[in-house]
């Protein structure tokens, strides 16, 4: 998820404008910024790796020429955060410069080909490719123009993307276009805007125009002109009028960074199904050969490695050790060894717990994989192998849209490896498959018809002095997630164990009313959690179930419950189960007035141990 930024005005200098609406999109990605500006019929272009103002200290990035110009701020997923893989990137005759925004999947094809035709690549993005596509289609058909090669071009192109084009040889205007990535048009009184998003030039104007998939934009001193990618059939659409505060655009109108999260998943779910083939086969041939697994992380990154290890042993038959980092070293600093493989899974990539457990398990010289959302953070320099989620920045401290990314990432782990291994039958796998390529919908579907629904438990239970988070076998790392959810941004003390364990010591803590929440899957363990349900309840618990819509009888012995669609495969559960919890920890929040953005006592990544 980065920023695109690009503005055509009738006079005055692009540059510092372009450097301004960047630094409000920075919440989209700071790995490096970008700016190239166009001036009688040249490209100027400023670029480096690091965070927007670092880099205008040095560069000074309003002093430019030309006013009209693309500018960009990066989150790394192809290429590591270097100068080299910086936006704009341009052609072999750097007559063309481009930014994008999202993630084109079948780049290394489209980039085999070109190599082939003789074009020469400086950075390892996915981005490149369009700036030399377009360029091959202006040799090979010089009288189309910009604006119709780009169109070509982005018919090649599969994933997503919301670019914005110059080229020296059409010095007059830019050329945009998109497909899923987000792209609105800012029309002003002497300029007209391209963005990512509405806080770039919120307070330049409020006029936008909001750019469907498949279109492509002319923008010129004449305004702008929308035409359809697949017939170049032209579009007419008038501005809308923006209401938001610039603070409430930055979190597209949502009061919230975490609810704004919560929503983003069907999209971040999305291109976890999108990552590349070679690193998610690499990693699994790692883990098929090792002798033993630990998976290693802290907090929420923990929950995932919990849900990882049922995943593995039940579709790959592959035993892994689910660990927290703080205690890894404690637990098997003796042991492990040069056979020992460590995934080591945190979203920020910095977490000092997760690091020192990674640092210890290479003294000893063991193999270092990572799941990361950080592309160039430390945890990727130190990894021998790693998969960059591509969840995008995640503001709000409470991890949500990262936790669902690693839960995809892992299942399609699980999976390649039970290919692997030829531990499930075909049929088997197309199922999961197909289910997992529905997930992005599934979530969508469950935002949409149970958010109210979590609002009205949130409060009713608002003044609960304690709740139980409960649930068998995958589901335990559901209930583990949702009761760190409740504590951290509405402290709630909480506590979550495996339901068979409740009647081990637990159960003598309920009493009448005291709330129960169960992750109840229609799963193998489905049964046997009915009669913990009911072990609950006859001691006057309060049952909060998180159930499938076809589900009658635990909703017959709920006090309240919400539903998921039906049919979900066991060890992808946890993703559209988790969802409802996450809402009932940020409606618990306001309920109780804290502000779920910024817990107390809690910072977005632990770099202390
Ligand atoms: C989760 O909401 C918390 N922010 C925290 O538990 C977090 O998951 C933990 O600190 C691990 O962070 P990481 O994934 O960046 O390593």
Same mark, same amino acid.
């Given at each position: ?9 009738? !006079?005055? #200098? ?6 301004? &609406? ?26 480096? !790796? ?29 290429? *590591?955060?270097?100068?080299?893989? *910086? ?20 780049? +290394? ?5 070109? /190599? ?6 400086? %950075? ?44 020296? #040889? ?8 998109? #497909? =899923? ?14 963005? &990512? ?24 001193? +004449? ?8 017939? #170049?059939?032209? $579009? ?6 923006? @209401? ?47 002798? @033993? ?41 003796? %042991? ?7 995934? *080591?899974?945190? !979203? ?17 010289? *063991? ?23 591509? %969840? ?58 149970? =958010?109210?629904?979590?609002? !009205? ?8 002095? $304690? ?26 003390? +909480? ?46 618990? +309060? ?8 589900? =009658? ?10 539903? $998921? ?12 189960? $988790? ?26 990544? /632990?770099?202390?141990?």
């Amino acid at each position: 998820m980065c920023g695109i930024f690009g503005c055509v005005l009738t !006079q005055g #200098n692009a540059a510092p404008l372009i450097h301004e &609406s960047l630094k409000r999109l920075e919440y989209r990605g700071y790995d490096s910024v970008g700016i190239t500006t166009l001036e009688n019929g040249v490209l100027f272009t400023k670029k480096d !790796q690091g965070k927007i103002d670092d880099v205008h200290r040095i560069l000074n990035l309003d002093d430019m020429p030309g006013s009209i110009g693309i500018g960009h701020t990066r989150w790394a997923t192809h290429g *590591a955060p270097l100068k080299v893989n *910086a936006h704009p990137h341009v052609d072999c005759g750097k007559t063309i410069a481009v930014v994008h925004n999202g993630i084109i999947e079948n780049f +290394s094809e489209l980039k085999q080909e070109l /190599v082939n035709r003789g074009h020469v690549f400086a %950075s390892k993005t996915d981005t490149e490719v369009v700036a030399h596509l377009i360029e091959q289609n202006l040799k090979d058909s010089p009288s189309t123009g910009l604006a119709e090669a780009v169109r070509e071009a982005t018919k090649r192109l599969d994933g997503s993307y919301a670019i914005a084009v110059v080229s020296s #040889n059409e010095p007059d205007k830019i050329i945009c276009a998109r #497909n =899923e990535s987000p792209l609105v048009l800012g029309v002003g009184e002497n300029a007209i805007y391209c963005a &990512s998003d509405i806080p770039a030039f919120l307070p330049l104007t409020n006029r936008a125009v909001f750019i469907k998939n498949g279109e492509l934009i002319v923008l010129s001193r +004449s305004g702008y002109e929308i035409r359809k990618i697949h017939d #170049n059939s032209v $579009v007419t659409r008038e501005p809308e009028v923006i @209401e938001w505060s610039p603070e409430a655009a930055v979190k597209q109108g949502y009061p919230h960074f975490m609810v704004k999260e919560i929503h983003e998943q069907p999209g971040t779910l999305r291109n976890t199904l999108r990552l590349q083939d070679d690193y998610l086969d690499l990693i699994s041939t790692f883990l098929d050969r090792a002798t @033993e697994v630990f998976l290693v992380a802290c907090g929420t990154s923990y929950h995932a490695c919990l849900a990882a290890s049922y995943m593995f042993s039940k579709l790959a038959y592959l035993p892994t050790y689910p660990v927290y980092a703080s205690e890894f070293v404690e637990q098997h600093g003796k %042991s492990v060894n040069i056979d020992s493989t460590i995934l *080591a899974v945190s !979203q920020s990539g910095e977490t000092a717990d997760t690091l020192a457990a990674v640092t210890a398990s290479q003294l000893r010289a *063991a193999t270092i994989l990572g799941l990361t959302n950080a592309i160039g953070s430390t945890l990727t320099r130190v990894s021998r192998v790693y998969i960059g989620q591509q %969840s995008g920045p995640e503001i709000g401290v409470a991890a949500t849209k990262t936790f669902t990314s690693q839960l995809s990432v892992m299942a399609q782990l699980a999976l390649r490896l039970a290919k692997k291994r030829g531990k499930v039958s075909q049929d088997e796998m197309d199922f999961i498959e197909e289910k997992l390529s529905k997930l992005p919908s599934t979530v969508e579907t469950i935002i949409n018809t149970q =958010e109210s629904k979590m609002k !009205q438990i949130a409060h009713k239970y608002k003044d609960a002095k $304690v709740f139980f988070f409960l649930g068998r076998g995958v589901s335990t790392a559901t209930a583990y997630e949702g009761r760190l959810k409740l504590m951290e941004i509405a402290y709630v003390p +909480s506590i979550a164990f495996p339901a068979g364990e409740s009647k081990h010591g637990p159960i003598s803590l309920i009493e009448a009313g005291f709330p129960v929440v169960f992750v109840c899957p229609k799963d193998g363990s489905h049964r046997t959690l009915i009669g913990n349900i009911m072990e609950m309840k006859a001691r006057g618990a +309060s049952i909060i179930s998180v159930v499938e819509e076809d589900d =009658e009888e635990i909703k017959s012995l709920s006090d309240d419950y919400v539903c $998921v669609p039906c049919g979900i495969p066991e060890i992808l559960s946890p993703i559209p189960f $988790v969802v409802p919890l996450q809402m009932l920890a940020y409606f618990m929040a306001l309920e109780r007035g804290y502000n779920p953005d910024m817990p107390r006592n809690l910072a977005k990544s /632990v770099t202390v141990k």
